[in-house]
């Protein structure tokens, strides 16, 4: 597996320094900002020299393409698409759905969440969901027919799971069914809060068997009869992607398009562990963002002569930014070694998505505070960083749920049924 950058030497033509922390691009900021890393530890430092060369050009193509585009398309909820080659270009999506270097990945992943939480979003349930699933469950016929398309981004996956009824119950009490009628399913049920679903050509609908009761995963082609999309209005968080609720109305799926190593929902949550990895790494990323904003912002900004940098209470709040993301940065560290190792369990991904995304709250409320009354205004970076963690907190498996996950195997009791 090769990772492929448009430019072989971004960072040199830009005069980038791969450890520096850049600001949002609003109108109210400068383009770029030479302050501390927040990798106060040098966590990266685990990384190969090639790997930290990746990682740095990376970084360099998301704060060149992406970051200046983003704010405007947050504020309208619309998706940028002209961004899709840049994406492609960085091999992103077969880094993550081939698993083979979780560290790079999870560097990757810090990276883009650290100029936008909601293309990373995209990035992640189209490759750690939806292409993965096909990678891990899928046959070789369909990887021949949907895997390559999947991996250079020319179709959008989606992942279906959630209802409107059923978040953390789904594997208990999933409306949505499939019934099997010789080498066809017919598919009826609703799905809600599904990553690209307005736009995906191929959605991984989950559907439970009417014969034997189990949960299967099914490659549904969103042309198809009976398929129907609708784009959910008026969120606060993740503007940028577009969720939607889809309809199935007996919509026929052939046999070969349905996952044969998805035979029950234990299937499904092998997938969901390592999605529960990665939104970690996003609130690491969202964490780096909160930094990078609010120190900027307090050694640029004046009051009573001086820059609020100064000021004790001030330095207290970065400090305890950073202390939460350092924080959290070695937790999403060890866990990608857990997950090289093949050692990864499930409540491990649980207590690190639960601790990371609860400091990242902490976080992004500090670096909102930093900013005063310029914190609650879109104009500045601060604002998408503070609202998109509200996502994260709750999407892959809530707080509450995941510390019960934890609660469970620490104490062989199950608080839930």
């Not at 999605?275 to 963002?289: E, H, I, K, M, P």
């Not at 190792?341 to 998505?353: Q, S």
Request: net charge negative; proline share 3%.
């Amino acid at each position: 597996m090769s990772i492929v950058i448009a430019s072989t030497d971004i960072a040199a033509t830009r005069g980038i320094d791969d450890a520096t922390a850049y600001p949002e691009t609003d109108a109210a900021s400068p383009a770029f900002f030479t302050g501390p890393t927040a990798d106060f530890f040098s966590y990266q430092d685990l990384l190969s020299p090639e790997e930290q060369q990746l990682v740095a050009q990376a970084r360099a193509v998301f704060e060149r393409e992406i970051r200046p585009v983003v704010a405007e398309h947050w504020n309208n909820a619309t998706f940028p698409f002209e961004i899709i080659p840049v994406l492609t270009s960085l091999n992103l999506v077969e880094l993550c759905a081939r698993g083979n270097n979780f560290l790079l990945h999870g560097f990757m992943t810090l990276e883009l969440s650290r100029v936008d939480a909601s293309i990373s979003t995209f990035v992640g349930v189209h490759s750690g969901l939806f292409a993965a699933a096909i990678a891990q469950l899928g046959t070789d016929d369909q990887h021949e027919r949907y895997l390559d398309d999947a991996v250079s981004l020319r179709k959008i996956g989606a992942f279906a799971l959630t209802e409107p009824e059923h978040g953390s119950d789904v594997s208990r009490n999933m409306e949505t069914t499939a019934t099997r009628s010789g080498s066809s399913w017919t598919l009826n049920g609703v799905k809600r809060w599904i990553g690209s679903g307005t736009f995906a050509a191929n959605v991984l609908v989950w559907a439970r068997d009417t014969a034997d009761d189990q949960i299967k995963g099914f490659i549904v082609d969103a042309t198809l009869p009976g398929y129907k999309a609708e784009a959910i209005e008026n969120k606060i968080a993740l503007r940028i992607v577009q969720n939607a609720t889809i309809t199935l109305d007996n919509v026929v799926v052939a046999e070969r398009d349905r996952l044969p190593g998805a035979s029950s929902f234990r299937d499904t949550n092998r997938l969901l562990t390592n999605s529960r990895v990665w939104v970690g790494w996003q609130t690491v990323g969202l964490q780096f963002a909160a930094y990078d904003h609010a120190l900027r912002y307090a050694l640029e900004r004046q009051q009573f002569g001086k820059p609020i940098a100064s000021f004790q209470l001030v330095q207290e709040k970065l400090v305890r930014i950073l202390e939460n993301a350092t924080t959290s940065l070695g937790t999403m560290v060890r866990i990608a070694q857990l997950q090289q190792a093949g050692t990864l369990r499930p409540e491990h991904a649980a207590l690190a998505k639960a601790s990371s995304s609860a400091r990242m709250r902490e976080s992004v409320a500090l670096g909102r505070s930093v900013f005063g009354g310029n914190g609650i205004s879109t104009d500045f970076g601060m604002a998408r960083v503070f609202a998109d963690a509200e996502a994260l907190y709750t999407y892959e498996g809530s707080y509450e749920i995941n510390t019960l996950v934890v609660g469970r195997a620490i104490t062989g009791i199950s608080a839930f049924q």
